[in-house]
Every structure is written in structure tokens, then in C-alpha cells.
């Protein structure tokens, strides 16, 4: 079968940053084609090409034998290509069906009616793709973040495109979304369609990806069937070298000292009853299906939901209302937030600024700060964790997504907070940056901070945790262990009651 897109050796910079240099993807209709890359490798600038959101500087596509040249994401979308980016477009006053159907409304001039329609259409839509449980009529402010990418995958749907792009969809899905989102992605392909796929995920590309194309630094490095090459060699191709291991060992490092203690917490009637101890030295799982009640524990604990219940940080009583009250002081507790767009970085500030933000009276004497002392301080975690930003003075919200996830984590670490409250910190981030994320929180534990962590990707809980804490219904179902801790008996804990049986 001939190629359906052929996108030949396409350029983009951004000033004197080069996004793209030498990019090339071939790719047939009724195929899942991965796309894969390190953090910063260009693929969303790729993507955003093929969208129609970004211009090319130089290159040639063709879609159906025909030329490419889109000028605009109406353009793109006419000619089939519908696209899920990283960061969501969904409006949070609009319902599920009038985000699916914004500015293409039904032609009724009865409001209504209009609406009807909408909604009617939208649960047409679900039950065909066998959705997960969305009500059309809801608020779209009321949705979860898994929720509303969801919904944004029924928008590019609704369009009945001919190529469905992907980004790093699955990131903030748990996991029976992502099962279900995976199996779409195949029947999306046996329609005929084709979809683009990217994903950091390799378990998930080599399940679904007939085909995976490597981009490195902006250029295509190179293209396989998946059927046709091991994991090490996409690998090295992405990183540019071999990469030695991606879970660290495994060492015990807990002490009998406890840094965190709740007792009997509650948030609404999301989060009931929770007892749960952190030790210095360890990092603590925290595991759950969508919904019960993860999010809310570590909300409570940054002060950012209304919880009730007792909270003890290194042995004292402490009241969290804030997260100002969260991180201060030299005995407070850091996050790493789930939404990163909206809670974790000022966008128009530069990588140094949001990376010192919170730290700056460190290197500040008598009102003056030390900018030497500033610039190897970021220099440093620049280096440490391999943000690849032109300079430190590039703003944020121009780094690929994977980067911007970094200078979040790079911007905790200066904190000086030795309570870590990680929510999915290596979401969006590269496997190789990955290894070397789950080796520093190893690390820092045997340093003796004390890390509560909750992953999407059941893996990484079962490799990096010494114990994982299961939530069910916002109440604990099991603390899992040595052989105990296994993806078998979380999922086991998380879905049936153990308890019970
Ligand atoms: N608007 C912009 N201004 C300046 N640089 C940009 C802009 N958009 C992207 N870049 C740069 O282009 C490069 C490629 O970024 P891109 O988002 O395409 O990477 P990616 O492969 O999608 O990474 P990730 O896996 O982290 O999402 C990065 O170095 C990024 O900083």
C-alpha cells in the first residue's frame, strides 16, 4: 500500500531555537504509526504542523497523493487531520456536547433544539467509541483532567477525520482509561483511519503502533515496523546512546522516624477516614483507579482542598490551609502538581526565574541577590535533570511539554522541603530522563527525605516505592509490600474489595 502521508525533510525554528531541522514520517491510512522522541525532539512541533497550528520553514507533505500546505486548523481539519495536543482547548463554562460541537453548532434557530441535538449527537458519538461515562450535559468545569482529555478526543473525533493525531494522550488517563483508549486507537485503524501516535509509554506503543518513526534533536534518526525491533534499540535511537537501566536498585533506606503522619483525613466525600504514615528514607506509593480520592490526598497535604482530620510533619501538629502554610519554614512539603500548564509554572517567566522563584532569599543579601550564585544554582539543575532550553532565559511556555515537567520538578528540589508530594511528576517525560528521575528520587530518600508518590503507570509504584498505599472509594484498601507489591494485587486492591472477601 502506498504511503497515505509523506511528510519530507520539514524545518521549523523558532528564532535561533531549532525545533525541526530534518524532520521525515511515512505513514498508510489504517495504521497506528508511534512517533517517539526524547523530550524536546520536536515531535509536538511536528504534529502542530500537520495541525495546521504551526508553518513549516521549509519541507514537503502530501496527504492522498495530494499536496499539503495548510495554512490554518480549519484548513488542516477540512482535509481530515484532526488533532489531541498535550495542553487542552476545551472551555470550562461550556457542557461536554457544546465543547464537541464548538463553532460548529447545529443549524437550528431554536436554542433548544440545538442543544438537543448536541447532546444527542455527543452520546451517538460515545456509544460507537464506547466512551467511558461522560455525560454530554455536564459542566465541562466539573470534569476531571482525565475527563476532559477524553472529551477532547471526542471532539477531534466528532470531525470523522482521516488521520488522528495523539499527544501524549494517555498521560493523564489512569489506567482502564488507557486500555480503552488503546483499543480505540486500533479500531480507529481497522475503520481505515490512520492514527498518530506519541507516547513516552513504549509498552503502550508496542502494543498498538504497527509502525514507529524516531525523532532526535529535530530530525528523523529512524523508522521501523515494531514488530521488527526491541525496545533497546528504539532506545538508543532516541537517546543517542545506550541507556543502562530504567528502575534503580532497590534499596531499603526508611528509618523508624515518621515525617508525615494524617490521621483520620477527609476531603468532602472524596477522601474518607485515611490514615496513613510517611517514614524518612522512603518513598510511598499511592495507587487508585481515576477518581478515588489520590488527587485529593494530595491536595489536602499542599493545602489546596478543605480536608479535615489531623496532619503531624515531623512529629508536630500542623495546620495546612494554604500552600503557602505547605511549604513553609525548613519543615515544609513540596508538590509536584498534576496540572503543570495551570499550577506549576509562570509561562512568560524564564526557566531561571520559575526555577528560583521560590528560593530567591537564598541568594539575596540585604535586598541584593548574587547572580553568580543564582546562575550555578540553575546552571546546575539545568544540567542535573537535562532541560534542554536555548538558555535559561527562554520562557517557559516555549519548552516542549517533557521540559516544562523538569523545570517543575527542578524547581521543587531547590525548595528546601524534604516532604515530597510527587503527583505523576515523570508524566510527559522521556524514558531516559524517567531512569534518571526515579534514580534521584532514590537518592534524595537515602538522604532522607521522606516521598509520597502517586503514578498513573503502575510500574514505575511496583520499582521505585518501598510500600504502595491503595485508595478505593477515597478509602484505604491496602498498604502492599515486598512480593505484595506487584501490578496484579494493586489493581486486585484497587478494584475489589479485599477486605471484605
Ligand atoms: N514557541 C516556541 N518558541 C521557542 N521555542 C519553541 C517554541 N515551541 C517549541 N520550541 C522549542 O522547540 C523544540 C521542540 O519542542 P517540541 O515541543 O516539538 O518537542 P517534543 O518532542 O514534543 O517534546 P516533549 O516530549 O517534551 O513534548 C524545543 O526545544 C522547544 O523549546
Same mark, same amino acid.
Given at each position: 500500500?502506498?504511503?497515505?502521508?509523506?511528510?519530507?525533510?520539514?524545518?521549523?525554528?523558532?528564532?535561533?531555537?531549532?525545533?525541526?531541522?530534518?524532520?521525515?514520517?511515512?505513514?498508510?491510512?489504517?495504521?497506528?504509526?508511534?512517533?517517539?522522541?526524547?523530550?524536546?525532539?520536536?515531535?509536538?512541533?511536528?504534529?502542530?504542523?500537520?495541525?495546521?497550528?504551526?508553518?513549516?520553514?521549509?519541507?514537503?507533505?502530501?496527504?492522498?497523493?495530494?499536496?499539503?500546505?495548510?495554512?490554518?486548523?480549519?484548513?488542516?481539519?477540512?482535509?481530515?487531520?484532526?488533532?489531541?495536543?498535550?495542553?487542552?482547548?476545551?472551555?470550562?463554562?461550556?457542557?461536554?456536547? #457544546?465543547?464537541?460541537?464548538?463553532?460548529?453548532?447545529?443549524?437550528?434557530?431554536?436554542?433548544?433544539?440545538?442543544?438537543?441535538?448536541?447532546?444527542?449527537? %455527543?452520546?451517538?458519538?460515545?456509544?460507537?467509541?464506547?466512551? &467511558?461515562?461522560?455525560?454530554?450535559?455536564?459542566?465541562? +468545569?466539573?470534569? %476531571?483532567?482525565? #475527563?476532559?482529555?477524553?472529551?477532547?478526543?471526542?471532539?477531534?473525533?466528532?470531525?470523522? &477525520?482521516?488521520?488522528?493525531?495523539?499527544?501524549?494522550?494517555?498521560?493523564?488517563?489512569?489506567?482502564?482509561?488507557?486500555?480503552?483508549?488503546?483499543?480505540?486507537?486500533?479500531?480507529?485503524?481497522?475503520?481505515?483511519?490512520?492514527?498518530?501516535?506519541?507516547?513516552? +509509554?513504549?509498552?503502550?506503543?508496542?502494543?498498538?503502533?504497527?509502525?514507529?518513526?524516531?525523532?532526535?534533536?529535530?530530525?528523523?534518526?529512524?523508522?521501523?515496523?515494531?514488530?521488527?525491533?526491541?525496545?533497546?534499540?528504539?532506545?538508543?535511537?532516541?537517546?543517542?546512546?545506550?541507556?543502562?537501566?530504567?528502575?534503580?536498585?532497590?534499596?531499603?533506606?526508611?528509618?523508624?522516624?515518621?515525617?508525615?503522619?494524617?490521621?483520620?483525613?477527609?476531603?468532602?466525600?472524596?477522601?474518607?477516614?485515611?490514615?496513613?504514615?510517611?517514614?524518612?528514607?522512603?518513598?510511598?506509593?499511592?495507587?487508585?483507579?481515576?477518581?478515588?480520592?489520590?488527587?485529593?490526598?494530595?491536595?489536602?497535604?499542599?493545602?489546596?482542598?478543605?480536608?479535615?482530620?489531623?496532619?503531624?510533619?515531623?512529629?508536630? &501538629?500542623?495546620?495546612?490551609?494554604?500552600?503557602?502554610?505547605?511549604?513553609?519554614?525548613?519543615?515544609?512539603?513540596?508538590?509536584? &502538581?498534576?496540572?503543570?500548564?495551570?499550577?506549576?509554572?509562570?509561562?512568560?517567566?524564564?526557566?531561571?526565574?520559575?526555577?528560583?522563584?521560590?528560593?530567591?532569599?537564598?541568594?539575596?543579601?540585604?535586598?541584593?541577590?548574587?547572580?553568580?550564585?543564582?546562575?550555578?544554582?540553575?546552571?546546575?539543575?539545568?544540567?542535573?535533570?537535562?532541560?534542554?532550553?536555548?538558555?535559561?532565559?527562554?520562557?517557559?511556555?516555549?519548552?516542549?511539554?517533557?521540559?516544562?515537567?523538569?523545570?517543575?520538578?527542578?524547581?521543587?528540589?531547590? %525548595?528546601?522541603?524534604?516532604?515530597?508530594?510527587?503527583?505523576?511528576?515523570?508524566?510527559?517525560?522521556?524514558?531516559? %530522563?524517567?531512569?534518571?528521575?526515579?534514580?534521584?528520587?532514590?537518592?534524595?530518600?537515602? +538522604?532522607?527525605?521522606?516521598?509520597?508518590?502517586?503514578?498513573?503507570?503502575?510500574?514505575?509504584?511496583?520499582?521505585?516505592?518501598?510500600?504502595?498505599?491503595?485508595?478505593?472509594?477515597?478509602?484505604?484498601?491496602?498498604?502492599?509490600?515486598?512480593?505484595?507489591?506487584?501490578?496484579?494485587?494493586?489493581? +486486585?486492591?484497587?478494584?475489589?474489595?479485599?477486605?471484605?472477601?
Amino acid at each position: 500500500m502506498p504511503d497515505f502521508l509523506e511528510a519530507l525533510s520539514v524545518a521549523k525554528r523558532y528564532g535561533g531555537i531549532v525545533a525541526l531541522s530534518d524532520a521525515t514520517l511515512k505513514a498508510r491510512s489504517g495504521e497506528v504509526h508511534a512517533l517517539l522522541g526524547e523530550n524536546g525532539a520536536g515531535k509536538s512541533t511536528f504534529i502542530q504542523i500537520l495541525a495546521g497550528a504551526v508553518r513549516a520553514d521549509s519541507g514537503s507533505i502530501t496527504l492522498g497523493g495530494e499536496r499539503f500546505a495548510v495554512r490554518n486548523p480549519e484548513e488542516a481539519q477540512r482535509l481530515g487531520v484532526a488533532a489531541v495536543f498535550q495542553e487542552l482547548s476545551l472551555i470550562p463554562d461550556l457542557t461536554v456536547a #457544546e465543547n464537541i460541537f464548538f463553532r460548529r453548532e447545529p443549524l437550528s434557530p431554536l436554542r433548544t433544539a440545538r442543544a438537543g441535538a448536541m447532546r444527542e449527537a %455527543t452520546a451517538e458519538l460515545f456509544a460507537r467509541y464506547r466512551f &467511558p461515562a461522560i455525560r454530554p450535559d455536564q459542566e465541562l +468545569r466539573r470534569l %476531571t483532567l482525565a #475527563e476532559r482529555q477524553v472529551v477532547e478526543i471526542a471532539k477531534a473525533l466528532a470531525r470523522d &477525520p482521516r488521520v488522528l493525531i495523539l499527544d501524549e494522550a494517555t498521560s493523564a488517563l489512569a489506567p482502564r482509561e488507557t486500555e480503552w483508549l488503546l483499543g480505540l486507537s486500533r479500531d480507529l485503524a481497522a475503520e481505515g483511519k490512520l492514527v498518530i501516535y506519541i507516547s513516552h +509509554r513504549l509498552g503502550e506503543v508496542r502494543r498498538i503502533a504497527d509502525r514507529v518513526t524516531v525523532f532526535r534533536n529535530g530530525a528523523t534518526v529512524a523508522a521501523y515496523d515494531t514488530a521488527s525491533v526491541d525496545d533497546d534499540t528504539i532506545i538508543a535511537d532516541m537517546l543517542g546512546r545506550q541507556m543502562e537501566r530504567l528502575y534503580p536498585e532497590r534499596r531499603n533506606t526508611t528509618t523508624g522516624r515518621i515525617a508525615l503522619s494524617v490521621k483520620g483525613l477527609s476531603v468532602e466525600n472524596r477522601l474518607a477516614d485515611l490514615d496513613l504514615d510517611l517514614r524518612e528514607g522512603e518513598v510511598l506509593g499511592v495507587a487508585g483507579l481515576q477518581g478515588h480520592g489520590q488527587r485529593e490526598l494530595f491536595q489536602a497535604l499542599f493545602g489546596a482542598a478543605r480536608a479535615s482530620g489531623a496532619i503531624e510533619v515531623w512529629g508536630k &501538629p500542623r495546620t495546612i490551609r494554604s500552600p503557602r502554610d505547605a511549604l513553609s519554614g525548613r519543615d515544609g512539603l513540596a508538590l509536584v &502538581p498534576e496540572d503543570r500548564r495551570n499550577h506549576g509554572l509562570l509561562l512568560a517567566k524564564s526557566v531561571r526565574e520559575n526555577l528560583t522563584l521560590s528560593v530567591v532569599k537564598r541568594f539575596t543579601r540585604f535586598g541584593l541577590t548574587d547572580p553568580k550564585r543564582e546562575a550555578k544554582l540553575v546552571d546546575d539543575m539545568i544540567a542535573q535533570l537535562r532541560i534542554k532550553a536555548g538558555s535559561p532565559e527562554q520562557a517557559a511556555g516555549t519548552l516542549s511539554g517533557g521540559n516544562q515537567q523538569k523545570v517543575i520538578f527542578g524547581k521543587m528540589l531547590l %525548595t528546601d522541603a524534604r516532604i515530597l508530594l510527587l503527583y505523576d511528576p515523570t508524566r510527559g517525560i522521556d524514558v531516559g %530522563t524517567k531512569g534518571e528521575i526515579f534514580t534521584l528520587m532514590r537518592d534524595l530518600a537515602a +538522604r532522607g527525605y521522606a516521598i509520597l508518590f502517586y503514578s498513573s503507570d503502575l510500574a514505575e509504584l511496583v520499582h521505585v516505592a518501598d510500600r504502595v498505599a491503595v485508595l478505593r472509594y477515597g478509602r484505604l484498601a491496602a498498604i502492599l509490600e515486598g512480593a505484595e507489591n506487584s501490578e496484579h494485587q494493586i489493581l +486486585r486492591a484497587a478494584m475489589i474489595d479485599t477486605r471484605a472477601a
